[in-house]
């Protein structure tokens, strides 16, 4: 049985979904519903497994040799040696 019920939203979420869903050519409530089985869903795997984080670079091996994280003394020098490098090639 269909139910009707009454939802108040904020009229910018409303007119992002109702976008989405003129985009994707279906009806809002067709996305609202999907949207509500999905956050209702018990066997849902991002329940169990801990969050995602997205990938910041797909370099591997480390730092550079001789750098050490825990020198920010070092680290800071180094910086502003990089920066005087740069500056000068504008020049």
């Known amino acids: 049985m269909t139910e009707r019920t009454t939802?108040?939203?904020?009229?910018?979420?409303?007119?992002r979904a109702r976008r989405k869903a003129a985009a994707e050519g279906r009806t809002l409530?067709?996305?609202?519903?999907?949207?509500l089985r999905w956050v209702v869903c018990e066997n849902r795997q991002a329940d169990n497994a801990s969050p995602r984080l997205p990938r910041v670079s797909a370099a591997t091996g480390g730092t550079m040799p001789g750098v050490d994280l825990s020198d920010t003394a070092e680290?800071?020098?180094a910086e502003d040696l990089d920066y005087l490098r740069r500056s000068r090639r504008r020049q």
């Open 29 to 35: 409530t067709s996305l609202m519903e999907e949207g």
């Open 7 to 15: 939802v108040r939203l904020p009229d910018e979420l409303l007119n």
């Open 75 to 77: 680290l800071q020098e």
